[in-house]
């Protein structure tokens, strides 16, 4: 039978895509990690108090990155190339949503308005990586080597979500709130795309390591499009409502301790 879980089982199972599927990963965790920290650098003046919450943001990427480096690590595995086609932090940059990376670079102290753009495209983001680690997490909380990562990163990605949820509050208590709604529905429609085409890429990429059938690789691209087609109509409204969350200040101390995997 065709689920999340026996998919998701057969790359695990299997070195070469286990390999793949954990440094596309650790690669969108640490460009994350680069660009928080760049973020937490140039935060304005008007809101330093945000710089250590944006710092921690930043080092629970980074350590999320060097989780998947260590499962791979423990299965004698070296990381391998990311195909373009698959690196969904890239995709997002080029396509202009979040920070440009040629503004993170220059040592200019950033807008509110820059600051508004990146928390509307973090909740968007959060809210795609909280979910998917809930779906591992569902399925390999028991596992004996992914367990204990999979419930780790879970938990921070939900701090992630909540953290944003929070923010974008209070900055549209302050008169952001037009511009919050604007952002997050262009982040929301052109993440969905940008997921579509990355899931699409991903899972052709899987298919030719495993041997996927011709069958099977349809009726996935297939399921791939029909959740496009309702996040496209309906689902995409999920990533631009706001409440505030029942964590509060999720952010508000350091990076909690990696699991060890010896």
Same mark, same amino acid.
């Given at each position: 039978?065709?689920s ?7 790359? &695990? ?9 954990c ?8 460009q994350?990690?680069?660009?928080n920290?760049?973020?937490a650098?140039? &935060? ?5 108090e ?9 080092a629970?990427?980074d350590?999320?990155g060097?989780i998947?480096?260590?499962l ?9 190339p ?5 690196d ?9 949503i ?5 503004k993170?670079?220059?040592?200019e102290?950033?807008? &509110?308005?820059?600051? &508004?753009?990146?928390l509307a ?15 591992l ?13 999979v419930?780790?990163i879970?938990n921070?990605?939900?701090n992630h979500?909540?953290?944003?949820h929070?923010?974008l ?14 952002t ?14 990355v ?18 690789a349809?009726l996935?691209?297939?399921?791939i499009?029909?959740?496009?087609l309702?996040e ?7 990533m631009?409502?706001?409440r ?9 101390g350091?990076?909690g ?6």
């Open positions: 039978m065709l999340a879980k026996s998919l998701f089982q057969e790359i &695990v199972d299997n070195d070469e895509s286990f390999a793949l599927f440094s596309i990963a650790a690669s969108g965790e640490s994350g990690g680069w660009e920290a760049r973020i650098a140039l &935060v304005p003046e008007t809101e330093r945000m710089a250590p919450k944006i710092t921690r943001h930043g629970d990427e350590k999320h060097r998947f480096n260590a791979m690590k423990k299965r004698g595995l070296d990381p391998v990311v195909p373009p086609e698959t969904y932090t890239m995709l997002l940059e080029r396509g202009g979040g920070l440009a990376h040629d993170l670079t220059r040592d102290p950033l807008t &509110v308005q820059d600051i &508004v753009t990146y495209h973090s909740r968007v983001t959060e809210q795609r990586a909280s979910e998917q680690m809930q779906l997490r569902k399925h390999f909380a028991d596992h004996p080597d992914l367990g204990r990562a419930q780790m879970s921070d990605e939900d979500l909540a953290y944003c929070e923010e509050l209070r900055f549209a208590r302050a008169g952001h709130g037009r511009t919050i709604q604007r997050l529905r262009e982040c929301a429609l052109a993440e969905i795309r940008i997921y579509r085409d899931s699409l890429a991903v899972m052709a990429h899987m298919g030719r390591i495993l041997g996927w059938s011709r069958p099977k349809a996935l691209a297939l399921g499009r029909a959740v496009y309702f496209r109509l309906a689902g995409w409204r999920r631009v409502s706001l505030m969350p029942a964590r509060r200040n999720p952010l508000g350091p990076a301790p990696e699991p060890e995997f010896a």
